[in-house]
């Protein structure tokens, strides 16, 4: 079986190359491409617009200054931490690491597969491929890697084409990352590329470990900063140790997507990067065989590994912070950024094991927040002496409202000083981020620090009987709450609930809100259920909220409601809990934590009850249909209201899906408007409820009717689920967009005033007024800062004036009107997507604070250990004042803002040994 495996990778090799040379007329000529080798001022193409690319031409001298292949003059073995790599690719066959002790297949000897838990390292993305063509790729095709001879590839497959799951075998991502860096320097590498990046929260006892044994071993680990345009750390770059890499275009300049800050060790290109690419995938771009072209900082991190790589072929038995910090300060200055530069570097390597000057290694990763105390910040940074032992001459320069100085020094041994930093803080109103220079010798460091202030609230309220170990988890990293806020559709609560699942023992424990406590009453359930979420709202339509909980049994093979009075009773008695059979229909979702459906009431065998409605593209029940053979309605996939109706099937209350849009309610329509049996009756979407209709479950849908473009909206306003009334809405077609309700300032209630909100191109959203009948754009300030949702809407009727917030890829952007002015700002965003399929952000909501609109957020998950209120300043300019900023103590995780009773409040669980409570902190 091997001898025929071995045959065919043979005979598919000369095949590939054979008809490669015909997919493109003068391939050789590719080799001019790579302007990262030399730049001659070559253009490249940039996507600019949905149909629109421009041409940018190049810099000359813009490149990594290394004319030729370097061939190593010691054999150095390079991991790369990825997608695998094509083994069978003629342009990286010669390059692949064989493990001398392997017995199996050959080709199961190159490297390790931490996914699946084998040898077979075939690259299905194309991303590892692509690095690896990168650092030491033959001739093909006119493409070349920087390295030539004496290098040895190592793939460490972590990445596949599809995530789903933080979990690789049951174990977390992080802690398979672990093990492959122990595989990788137990097999004698000394360069890991890591082109990916993790949120904060999977970093994990395992993986500090590894890197810390990656170091103690002399093993440079070379990471990609990440493509999310944001000032702030994500593993690896966090590291004191990791060289972190950002990328710049043809011309010099830092690329808009690339992450950046002090965090950032230094700059190498990554845009439309020319590189080997898998054999048997379809190449994009390039559209040439086994060649692609990329962009990102995944792509500027090889190109400095592989200067570390030539470094330590040099000097076998270097350490990997020499190597680091040759390596910066060998660098170049372009347009403000550090870039690296090969013949500097190499010929300062060399000068330096010659002469052993000095060199310095100042650890300034893990000081980007600090705590305002008493107006005071203090912090410290370490800087270590790696050559010939000086005193290096040290200053401080601030940049902003925050005067930082250095008021000491502590010398930890021979080689190492620690840095004593102090601020005085004075006013808590200004930006919280603040900038300084720090000077050692010859070298900059541009350093931002977010400030955050240290708070201890007054009003503290324990849980009632409640063990500490069941609802509270306390981590190194990052603290967390079990406790799970319970969902209400209103904005303005009366009180704060949560609520803790036991899904063991068949129960639920809420915690309800009292003067000194949080009260603990319990709900049983019949049978084991895995709660999703708890929603408030008056099911029984008797004047009383009740406890609508949602989840599936155990084998998920039905959705299940469960419904509970206040008091925690059975709502319904014995037909509390209702069945919804698992199908592709689904059931209820939720948007941003919000209910992304709504309550309408229906007549049922239970009397009146609110039921949910949710929008779904599905087929039509039967019933629904004309018993007429000849005049129905289409059955086919279409998107429909539908509404869950309860009934009893075998002693069980099942749900049957139903349509309000059956064979009568679209005769209605067509009737009463004559239409055409051309003219088409689409849903558009359902209006947010206002708190009156919330309580009486009356549920409002747009419709489009007519040919076209030609059509015009209608509103559908249903009482229940038979009764409604049809009436002419506004003289647009609305097809696809996304419906908000603004919020009344200083009343804090959802007013008549609607927006509809649709996506022109990826930058551009366009908003129409119900009121004004006017439309707006909203635009990002480049086509690769994407526009995802207008968040919320806050008018102020008074003022004339009303705020809009608006989420991209990269910010939270304003728009304040008033009177006929306008101004928009932007505020950036922690987010991070570095790895395949995994995406972490900070979190969002929209809350009233002071009478005006505001933007909760959380980054924890991402970064840092504070939460803050974004809110407009005195210019109508979104931003981050270190007042509302505030730091969740060692002690405490954040549960978030409620809005009580017309005051925003920030809820924080806290703990010790012995009890838990909460802490609550008027905004």
């Given amino acids: 079986m091997a001898k025929v495996s071995f045959l065919m990778r043979v005979i598919y090799s000369i095949l590939f190359t054979y008809f490669s040379l015909f997919s493109l007329a003068d391939e050789s000529s590719l080799s001019d491409k790579q302007w990262h080798l030399k730049n001659t001022g070559q253009s490249i193409s940039r996507r600019t617009g949905k149909y629109q690319n421009s041409e ?7 490149d990594i200054n290394l004319e030729e292949q370097y061939d190593l003059e010691n054999n150095i073995k390079v991991a790369i931490f990825d997608s695998g790599i094509d083994i069978n690719h003629p342009g990286l066959l010669s390059k692949l690491w064989k493990d001398p002790t392997c017995q199996r297949d050959s080709h199961e000897c190159h490297g390790i597969n931490l996914i699946n838990n084998n040898y077979n390292v075939t690259d299905e993305i194309g991303h590892g491929t692509h690095i690896a063509g990168i650092i030491a790729g033959d001739s093909f095709k006119g493409i070349r890697g920087i390295i030539g001879k004496n290098v040895n590839l190592m793939p460490v497959k972590i990445k596949k084409n599809k995530f789903d799951s933080f979990f690789i075998r049951k174990r977390l991502v992080s802690d398979q990352i672990a093990s492959g860096i122990k595989y990788a320097v137990d097999k004698g590498v000394k360069v890991i590329n890591m082109s990916f990046g993790l949120p904060k929260i999977l970093e994990t006892p395992n993986l500090l470990k ?31 140790h990791v060289l972190c890499v950002g990328s710049i275009d043809n011309t010099g300049k830092k690329l808009v997507s690339s992450n950046f800050g002090h965090i950032v060790d230094i700059y190498a290109p990554g845009e439309y990067i020319y590189s080997t690419f898998p054999t048997n995938m379809e190449s994009r771009i390039a559209r040439v065989g086994g060649v692609d072209i990329k962009t990102g900082t995944s792509y500027a991190a090889p190109i400095v590994a592989s200067l570390a790589t030539i470094l330590y072929s040099i000097n076998p038995s270097a350490d990997d912070l020499s190597i680091r910090e040759i390596i910066l300060s060998s660098s170049k200055n372009i347009n403000g950024l550090k870039v690296v530069d090969f013949k500097t570097t190499i010929n300062n390597y060399k000068r330096f094991l010659k002469e052993k000057r000095n060199l310095y290694h100042t650890n300034i990763k893990r000081i980007s927040e600090q705590i305002v105390v008493n107006g005071l910040v203090n912090f410290s940074i370490d800087v270590e002496s790696l050559g010939v032992l000086s005193n290096p001459d040290i200053s401080i320069n601030s940049l902003n409202d925050v005067e930082f100085s250095l008021v000491g020094t502590q010398k930890l041994d021979e080689r190492n000083t620690r840095l004593l930093i102090s601020a005085k ?3 808590l109103n ?15 460091y541009p350093i931002s620090i977010k400030l955050s202030k240290y708070v201890e609230s007054k009003i503290k309220k324990t849980l009632e009987k409640t063990f500490v170990k069941e609802v509270f988890q306390r981590s190194k990293i990052l603290n967390n709450s079990l406790l799970v806020p319970v969902k209400e559709y209103l904005v303005d609560e009366k009180s704060s609930e949560f609520f803790f699942k036991d899904e063991k023992n068949q129960k639920l424990t809420l915690y309800t809100e009292n003067k000194a406590v949080f009260n603990k009453l319990i709900l049983n359930f019949k049978t084991k259920t895995i709660v999703s979420a708890v929603i408030k709202a ?38 509390s809990e209702w069945y919804l059979r698992a199908n592709n229909f689904g059931a209820l979702n939720f948007n941003r934590g919000k209910l992304n459906f709504q309550f309408l009431k229906h007549k049922s065998f239970l009397g009146d009850i609110l039921v949910p409605v949710v929008l779904r593209t599905y087929e039509l029940n039967q019933s629904a249909n004309s018993s007429d053979p000849i005049n129905r309605i289409s059955t086919g996939q279409k998107l429909r209201p539908y509404y869950f109706s309860p009934f009893i099937s075998d002693k069980k209350v099942m749900l049957e899906i139903r349509t309000l849009e059956d064979f009568s309610f679209i005769e209605r329509m067509r009737k009463e ?16 409820q206002d708190k009156e209709e919330f309580l009486k479950g009356k549920v409002s849908l747009v419709y489009n009717l007519g040919e076209n473009a030609s059509k015009q909206s209608y509103r559908v306003e249903f009482n229940d689920t038979s009764d409604y009334k049809i009436s002419y809405f506004v003289k647009k077609f609305l097809q696809g967009n996304n419906i908000l309700r603004h919020r009344m300032v200083g009343e804090n209630i959802y007013n008549v005033r609607l927006s509809f909100s649709k996506r022109y191109q990826r930058n551009v959203v366009r908003s129409f007024d119900n009121i004004t009948e006017k439309s707006i754009f909203f635009r990002s300030t480049s086509w690769d800062d994407p526009i995802n949702a207008v968040i919320d809407s806050f008018d102020d009727d008074k003022n004339f004036a009303s705020t809009s917030f608006i989420e991209s890829r990269y910010h939270i952007y304003a728009d304040y009107q008033n009177s006929g002015q306008r101004v928009m700002s932007k505020f950036p965003i922690n987010r991070e997507s570095s790895f395949p399929g995994m995406s972490f952000s900070s979190s969002f909501k929209p809350v009233m604070i002071a009478s005006d609109g505001a933007i909760f957020m959380d ?3 991402v970064f840092g250990q504070s939460v803050g209120v974004l809110r407009l300043d005195e210019n109508q300019e979104i931003s981050l004042k270190i007042k509302d900023n505030y730091f969740v103590r060692d002690d405490c995780a954040s549960l978030g803002v409620f809005e009580i009773e017309l005051k925003s409040k ?17 905004l």
């Fill in 56 to 62: 940018i031409k190049g810099v000359a001298g813009v």
């Fill in 210 to 240: 590894a890197f810390k044994y990656a170091h103690s071993k002399n093993v440079l680990i070379v990471a990609a900063a990440g493509n999310n345009g944001k000032d702030q750390p994500v593993f690896p770059c966090n590291y004191h």
């Fill in 425 to 427: 803080v004075n006013d």
């Fill in 430 to 444: 200004i930006n919280s981020k603040q900038s300084f220079h720090l000077n050692i010798s010859n070298s900059v």
């Fill in 538 to 575: 008056d099911i029984n339509l008797d004047g009383k909220m009740d406890y609508f909980v949602y989840g599936t049994d155990t084998k998920k093979l039905n959705y299940k409601f469960l419904f509970f009075n206040e008091e925690g009773k059975p709502l319904f008695g014995k037909n």
């Fill in 673 to 688: 408007f004559e239409l055409n049996f051309f003219d088409e009756i689409i849903v558009n979407n359902i209006i947010p």
């Fill in 859 to 861: 980054t924890q998950s």
């Fill in 906 to 922: 920030l809820y924080f669980h806290c703990a010790d040994n012995n009890k838990s409570w909460i802490e609550i902190l008027d």
